[in-house]
């Protein structure tokens, strides 16, 4: 080998000594409380499958018979042969459901951000970021070579301080925010940002992530959840969570999707949403509009999950929803507690730096619909043994 790439062996090798190497695990069954892990039959604790949906018999139902009708790959980009009726009857499907304007679909929630920031702001122009959003944020922002201002970890103050000393010298203002952040499982105080964004004349966008199909009425989002309906422009959501399948949404002002049709690169340069995955979210919103009950049933999780393992000792952070991370501080602990969970048949993965902060490692927990009481039992039991062991909690 050409000593060229020597330097990528020598950051691994970095990586394993500080671990923070990702060592990657293989799933040899579907999604669902109880998974096949590297030849093991264990209990997941850290999928996104919020409702259960990724292996629900209508989803995968809806999924073959769409395939049986139209085949499987686009073959196009959207702007040429890709768009079916089936993409367009996704998008009317969840404005309607979000009580928007108007919805477009990507390919991921990231091709969703990466496509929506630089369509909205460019060079000229100022953006306010949390400090904490998603990569996928702060990759759009970088695209739109928009000046980047980071405001302090949802801090409506702080948000106004950027705001004041920096708005006024730019023509557009993007302020952007994660809805739910991914690693801390708080909520961003979006009612305060939108008086805030609106005092600055600033456009408002929110990443639904993790709060579509959680949060909300009948799992609406986190515009639902602040009743702030018609007063956010863009909400990003992902498809790949809550919803089970895979996929990106981009729903609000109506301007800003038909602005998106003519100028949202990975909707004209990368093929469209596949057929199987455009029917199956399509399925999926059918069950989240038929009934409440798998989100119910994953709040009520989420409750005796977190109220579980507080009396246990464990320290989970400011979480308000199912995302439940477990603070241990050292990624080297992190990720011991993980292995000797999974020993205990319970896979959770540890996450480490760059994803959080450094020092700031955790085990993450992902409270799912699909889980009974017993699965809960039986995780908190695995927690229990381990963080003993482990001198974690007494
Ligand atoms: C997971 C996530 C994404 C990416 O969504 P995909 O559909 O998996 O690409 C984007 N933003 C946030 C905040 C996320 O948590």
């Known amino acids: 080998m050409s000593d060229k790439l020597q330097w990528i062996e020598e950051e691994l090798k970095k990586l394993h000594e ?3 190497y990702n060592n990657i695990r293989t799933l040899s069954s579907p999604q669902g409380s109880w998974l096949e892990v590297d030849g093991r039959r ?3 604790f850290c999928s996104n499958n919020y409702l259960g949906l990724a292996n629900h018999p209508r989803v995968v139902q809806a999924a073959r018979e769409a395939m049986e009708r139209y085949g499987v790959g686009p073959a196009a980009v959207r702007s040429i042969a890709g768009t079916m009726d089936l993409h367009l009857e996704l998008e009317k499907r969840m404005a309607d459901f979000k009580g928007v304007e108007a919805a477009i679909t990507f390919q991921s929630g990231f091709n969703a951000n990466l496509a929506t920031i630089p369509a909205l702001v460019g ?5 306010f970021s949390d400090e904490l959003n998603h990569a996928s ?5 970088r695209l739109s070579g928009a000046r980047i201002i980071r405001f302090a970890h949802a801090d409506v103050d702080d948000l106004r301080r950027v705001l004041k000393e920096h708005r006024a010298d730019y023509p557009r203002a993007l302020v952007v925010t994660d809805g739910v952040f991914s690693m801390d499982g708080d909520i961003a105080p979006l009612d305060q940002i939108y008086e805030a964004a609106r005092e600055f004349n600033a456009v408002l966008m929110v990443d639904d992530a993790h709060g579509e199909g959680v949060l909300g009425r009948g799992g609406r989002g986190i515009v639902d959840h602040f009743g702030l309906h018609g007063k956010v422009d863009v909400e ?3 498809l790949s969570k809550a919803f089970g399948v895979v996929g990106g949404v981009v729903a609000g002002n109506k301007l800003v999707v038909e602005w998106l049709r003519q100028r949202g690169r990975p909707f004209l340069f990368s093929s469209a949403m596949t057929v199987p995955d455009v029917a199956a979210c399509l399925a999926s919103l059918d ?3 038929e009934s409440t009950e798998l989100v119910d049933r994953l709040w009520e999780n989420t409750r005796y999950f977190k109220e579980e393992m507080q009396r246990l000792g464990f320290d989970t952070g400011s979480s308000v929803t199912p995302i439940t991370p477990v603070m241990l501080g050292e990624a080297p602990l992190a990720q011991q507690f993980s292995r000797d969970l999974f020993e205990n048949g319970v896979f959770a993965m540890a996450i480490g730096y ?3 902060p450094q020092g700031k490692a955790r085990i993450r927990v992902m409270i799912s619909a699909s889980h009974q009481k017993d699965d809960l039992d039986q995780g908190l039991e695995a927690f229990c043994k381990v963080g003993r062991s482990l001198k974690v909690i007494n």
Request: glycine content about 12%; overall charge negative; proline content about 4%.
């Open 137 to 141: 944020i702060i990759d759009g922002c």
């Open 236 to 238: 990003i959501g992902t």
């Open 354 to 356: 760059p994803t959080v």
């Open 123 to 127: 060079k000229q122009d100022v953006i």
């Open 18 to 20: 500080t671990g923070l």
């Open 287 to 289: 069950l989240l509009e």
């Open 42 to 44: 264990v209990l997941n």
